[in-house]
């Protein structure tokens, strides 16, 4: 029988916030994982570069999880050079986690563009995937990202009955927060305080990050 599934939660992180942390709890708990590691991207070859750099990123994820159980930072991405692509991430878990089922964590609005991903096929070769959807998230998929989802759905049960290659959807409760909100917020001068745990605000307040040049604090 295989060991308890790790789920994965990867992004930019720029900033983390309790969005992204509230979904970590809710997936650990829902689908009763072993883990839920937090993987920050230094290069993601789908979307703008982050505003803060790998270091800053990181140390706001150590400092929002620690007190939290079962939510873990994973920084691999952060050490490896070259573009941060996810097949090449999973390949190195399942190396070091040869018994345990990993479950890759995307939204549907990432789901849509699966077929674009560097070896997308071959993430189902060391992961399933949890689906998450969400209001207002169109789960009109393009022919070959449903033609997946149709032959890969399964239960969350199947996450923990095998290593890998199963899609589970699932719609946990909704916390509308993003980081272009927040950075948006302090690059106005406003407060976005309670979108993110007040150590990290504190620690991008305390170093200007996000904020023009002469601008004092919210």
Request: charged content about 25%; aromatic content about 6%; glycine content about 8%.
């Amino acid at each position: 029988m295989p060991e308890r599934p790790i789920g994965i939660l990867g992004g930019t992180f720029d900033p983390i916030h309790n969005g992204h942390l509230r979904l970590a709890i809710e997936l650990r708990d829902s689908l009763k994982l072993g883990e839920v590691r937090l993987v920050p991207s230094a290069r993601p070859p789908h979307r703008d570069q982050p505003s803060a750099t790998p270091g800053q990123r990181a140390k706001w994820v150590r400092v929002a999880i620690a007190d939290q159980p079962g939510i873990v930072l994973d920084d691999r991405e952060l050490l490896r050079s070259g573009p941060s692509y996810t097949v090449d991430t999973l390949a190195h878990m399942r190396e070091t986690l040869p018994d345990t089922p990993l479950c890759l964590i995307m939204g549907a609005d990432v789901f849509a563009e699966l077929p674009q991903w560097h070896r997308w096929e071959a993430l189902f070769d060391y992961a399933h995937i949890i689906l998450v959807n969400r209001p207002g998230v169109s789960q009109d998929y393009p022919r070959r990202a449903r033609e997946v989802l149709e032959r890969r759905r399964g239960e969350a049960q199947a996450l923990h009955d095998s290593l890998h290659g199963a899609i589970h959807p699932c719609a946990p409760p909704p916390l509308e927060i993003s980081g272009t909100r927040i950075r948006e917020l302090i690059a106005a001068g406003a407060s976005p305080r309670f979108l993110l745990p007040d150590p990290v605000l504190r620690d991008i307040m305390d170093a200007g990050i996000y904020r023009p040049a002469g601008q004092t604090p919210a």
